[in-house]
């Protein structure tokens, strides 16, 4: 059920509740606190087609299979885009993009995380 995986909590709220629940469940922030987070986000919803006016197609992204939730290929954005586009009954295998780092893209300065995650990043 979704309330086993997803726990919806306040701005003030969100440091304690990952330093007493790790982050084992998705956090929601209540949408009219999110300025609260002092976090920069683009304005537009990006998705593949925006991603590509700022970073080059051809770089390389680490995917992970979601069957056996082990390293997947990399994939150029490209060939992600391509994937994502397909169905997902005509697709080979799951796979899943955890994490994406922007640095050295013309995107690194227009997101910043959460105050919360850059404070407990290491």
Same mark, same amino acid.
């Given at each position: 059920?979704?309330?086993?995986? /997803?726990? &919806?909590?306040? @701005?003030s709220e969100l440091?304690?509740?990952?330093?007493?629940? !790790?982050? *084992?469940? @998705?956090?929601?922030? %209540?949408? /009219?606190?999110?300025? =609260?987070?002092? #976090?920069?986000?683009?304005?537009?919803?990006? =998705?593949? *087609? =925006?991603? &590509?006016? $700022? @970073?080059? +197609?051809?770089?390389?992204? +680490?995917?992970? *299979?979601?069957?056996?939730? =082990?390293? !997947? +290929?990399? #994939?150029?954005?490209?060939?992600l885009k391509? $994937?994502?586009?397909?169905?997902?009954?005509? %697709?080979?295998?799951?796979?899943?993009?955890?994490?994406?780092?922007?640095? $050295?893209?013309?995107?690194? !300065? $227009?997101?910043?995380?959460?105050? @919360?995650? %850059?404070? #407990?990043?290491?």
């Amino acid at each position: 059920a979704v309330e086993d995986i /997803q726990v &919806e909590v306040s @701005v003030s709220e969100l440091e304690r509740a990952i330093e007493e629940r !790790g982050l *084992d469940q @998705v956090m929601v922030v %209540r949408s /009219q606190e999110k300025d =609260g987070l002092n #976090m920069m986000i683009p304005e537009d919803r990006l =998705g593949f *087609d =925006g991603l &590509e006016r $700022y @970073v080059d +197609p051809s770089l390389e992204i +680490p995917t992970i *299979d979601v069957e056996t939730q =082990g390293e !997947g +290929p990399m #994939m150029s954005l490209r060939d992600l885009k391509a $994937y994502f586009d397909t169905p997902e009954k005509n %697709r080979s295998r799951l796979l899943n993009v955890v994490s994406f780092n922007l640095g $050295y893209t013309a995107l690194d !300065g $227009y997101i910043v995380p959460p105050a @919360v995650v %850059r404070d #407990m990043d290491v």
